[in-house]
């Protein structure tokens, strides 16, 4: 099956910073998402991107499908933005396989 | 709007007997909805497909006999976990394909399940 590669694991931020994560992954896909899990363990939203760069205020991602990776930018972070960052992709079905995710922590 | 309900948010059970997880699409429909299995401090596994009106297609090394998925309507599916043993206690987390037309999947929140 398809390789789902994120990093880094762990990161650990300052208020205000920037910060990127990586996905990696194994072959052509038809779906790429990038989820941010809370603390009671929601999966929220942030980008469908399987190509192309997309922004939603704090946040943006960028796919580069021909390379097989994508990256979720996050400006000026705040505490709110803890949390573990999956991206999950499905090549030529529906199904979607998930990487390991970033554990994001934010301290004030 | 793509909101997925679940349905008990948490449930704990005795060994031996089984728990019903409904998830729900509350404000689309999905003909195609996924059950995810997830482990402290890991990722999301894939279950299982539920198609409405047909048979759910499982993952290599999910029993189906232990997890039974029925997906009656266009926005409810639901997952029972017959003869629960502690090894089943996780988090399990349902998912919707907004439209047929698009790969994009919402999640519900989640429900964990407890074994004891």
């Known amino acids: 099956g398809i390789q789902v590669e994120q990093s880094p694991p762990d990161l650990i931020l300052q208020e205000g910073a920037n910060s990127t994560l990586r996905c990696n992954f194994s072959?052509?896909?038809?779906?790429l998402q990038w989820f941010h899990q809370n603390p009671w363990g929601q999966l929220i939203n942030l980008f469908y991107?399987?190509?192309g760069t997309k922004q939603n205020g704090r946040l943006s991602a960028t796919t580069v499908a021909t390379e097989r990776y994508s990256l979720l930018y996050i400006s000026s972070s705040q505490t709110t933005d803890s949390g573990v960052y999956f991206c999950?992709?499905?090549?030529?079905?529906?199904?979607?396989?998930f990487g390991a995710g970033t554990t994001v922590t934010v301290r004030a | 709007g793509a909101v997925v309900s679940q349905h008990p948010s948490r449930v704990i059970c005795k060994s031996g007997t089984s728990v019903k997880i409904e998830c729900r699409s509350l404000?689309?429909?999905?003909?195609?909805m996924f059950w995810y299995r997830q482990f402290p401090k890991q990722s999301l596994m894939l279950m299982a497909t539920?198609?409405?009106?047909?048979?759910?297609?499982?993952e290599q090394g999910v029993e189906k006999d232990k997890f039974l998925i029925n997906h009656a309507s266009l926005t409810l599916s639901t997952l029972t976990v017959t003869s629960a043993h502690p090894e089943d206690s996780s988090f399990y987390i349902c998912?919707?394909?907004?439209?047929?037309?698009?790969?994009?999947?919402?999640f519900g929140p989640g429900t964990r399940l407890t074994v004891t």
């Open positions: 991107i399987p190509s």
């Open positions: 999950a992709v499905a090549p030529s079905d529906y199904k979607l396989s």
């Open positions: 072959d052509s896909v038809n779906n």
């Open positions: 998912s919707a394909l907004l439209a047929a037309s698009s790969y994009e999947q919402y």
């Open positions: 404000d689309f429909q999905a003909t195609t």
């Open positions: 539920s198609n409405e009106g047909s048979k759910a297609t499982y």
